[in-house]
């Protein structure tokens, strides 16, 4: 995967994401909307892996068959909202190891501060893909990725649901070996760091508790 920033426009994944936008659409629905996401844009995170042949025999003869090659992939949610998506791909990949890096925002500042973080051994060998649905100042995300590099991982995908333009620069400088994956390319950041025109709090939106 080369380009930096891919905007995956199929048209089943602009639709639900269409859905999400609405402030009408039930927190149930939000998630199962995102899920549902998450897997479309997986397909396009995971579309370069490498195969192998494997020698299996079908009812009907011996074939060399493909199979993914290699090491699994670390699938690593930046809590809360990265779970949301994280369900989705765990789903398509379920042998993926799976690491949580705990971030929150301070409102005030706009910087991330660290609670959490667990992730598996031999990040080295891994694909690593990290997972958080909004990608607004970029902030939060270039500290996750620092601390996922810090913990050996080198082959690292973001993918994400919104990105602004503010984010995709930031981790574009701060990140450039770091392809990011989103559904859609908003237009801009309010002075709260909310993306415009967005769908709100993604986290608030998908564990109702706004
Ligand atoms: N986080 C969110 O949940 N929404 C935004 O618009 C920006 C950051």
Do not use: W
Request: with cysteine.
């Amino acid at each position: 995967m080369s380009d930096h920033l891919t905007v995956v426009k199929h048209p089943l994944i602009q639709h639900k994401l269409t859905l999400m936008r609405d402030e009408a659409t039930s927190t149930n629905h939000f998630r199962q909307l995102l899920r549902e996401i998450s897997q479309l844009l997986a397909y396009e995170v995971t579309r370069d892996l490498p195969m192998e042949e494997k020698r299996i025999k079908t009812p009907m003869q011996e074939m060399d068959a493909p199979v993914l090659a290699g090491r699994k992939l670390a699938l690593v949610s930046i809590l809360r909202a990265g779970n949301g998506l994280l369900d989705g791909v765990l789903e398509l990949i379920p042998s993926a190891r799976v690491g949580f890096v705990g971030l929150y925002r301070d409102e005030e500042t706009l910087q991330p501060v660290q609670y959490y973080f667990k992730v598996p051994e031999t990040l080295e060998d891994r694909l690593v893909i990290a997972v958080d649905p909004m990608l607004a100042t970029g902030n939060s995300s270039a500290a996750a990725i620092d601390l996922l590099k810090q913990a050996g991982a080198r082959n690292i995908r973001f993918m994400c649901l919104l990105a602004a333009p503010e984010g995709v620069a930031r981790m574009k400088e701060a990140h450039p070996d770091v392809p990011v994956i989103t559904a859609a390319l908003d237009e801009k950041l309010n002075e709260k760091g909310y993306i415009i025109p967005g769908l709100g709090d993604a986290g608030d939106r998908m564990f109702g508790t706004k």
